[in-house]
């Protein structure tokens, strides 16, 4: 018998699928849980470990604890916010949070049991509407991540290069590539058009949503690279201002 059967509700997680279907949504949901945590502990870490030389974790950028006088916490506590948002009301994150945490279904062909999908109209899914303004705030952070970028190249005896300037960079580069092949920035700069010749500057708004949606392919690619980089880059820069890492200066 398959699944689903008109006029039945099919057995959570049942399947005649015979592939290892289960493969794609444990590992999703192993690398949502662990970065979360590791995320979260971090926040709550010593600031002092947050930057080695002119390289600053992207889990502390930008330090705003410098324009609110008297906050003692984790500069982190007023950044996180923002790009968690991001992710989590993200249209490919929700997908894979969904189907890899919330097992809603967990697969194709794959039962969910006797939880009903009703739409995203009560709380907390109904925060979800909020991503394109999320979108508007991380903007503000990526800019941040490029100016982090080009000051790591100012060491105190001046310019130079090392191995964590490639993992700032890694950081900064899909970071920007995610954040800017996000479905919402492409809907803003051109997808709500019927008649981009009707429209003012059609020409180049039709030129920016096209590359917009030539980036927007591969946003789920960007998305768990983004997430792998940021991660790596708060623990490079973490275990070098601890010495349990060193950083190769290369001039």
């Excluded at 982190?76 to 993200?90: D, E, N, S």
């Excluded at 994150?93 to 009903?116: E, I, Q």
């Excluded at 991540?145 to 900064?172: C, S």
């Amino acid at each position: 018998m398959a699944y689903p059967v008109p006029g039945t509700r099919e057995p959570f997680l049942a399947t005649r699928r015979q592939d290892a279907w289960w493969v794609v949504p444990l590992a999703m949901a192993t690398t949502f849980i662990v970065f979360i945590a590791y995320a979260s502990w971090a926040a709550f870490q010593p600031v002092e470990y947050s930057k080695f030389g002119p390289y600053i974790s992207p889990f502390f950028s930008p330090d705003l604890t410098r324009f609110i006088p008297g906050f003692t916490w984790s500069p982190a506590l007023l950044i996180l916010w923002v790009p968690a948002g991001f992710r989590l009301t993200c249209y490919y994150g929700r997908k894979a949070y969904y189907r890899s945490v919330a097992l809603s279904p967990s697969a194709c062909a794959v039962g969910k049991g006797d939880r009903d999908y009703k739409g995203e109209r009560a709380l907390p899914w109904v925060l979800n509407n909020l991503h394109r303004y999320f979108l508007y705030l991380v903007t503000v952070l990526v800019i941040f991540h490029w100016i982090h970028f080009f000051d790591a190249f100012r060491f105190n005896d001046g310019w130079g290069m090392g191995l964590g300037n490639i993992v700032v960079a890694a950081d900064t580069i899909f970071l920007t590539l995610y954040v800017f092949s996000c479905h919402s920035l492409r809907h803003l700069v051109g997808g709500k058009i019927d008649c981009y010749s009707c429209a003012a500057a059609g020409v180049t708004r039709h030129k920016i949503w096209t590359g917009v949606s030539s980036l927007n392919n591969l946003h789920n690619v960007y998305f768990w690279c983004s997430l792998f980089t940021v991660g790596f880059a708060d623990v490079y820069v973490r275990l070098c201002a601890m010495g349990v890492w060193s950083d190769v200066r290369f001039f």
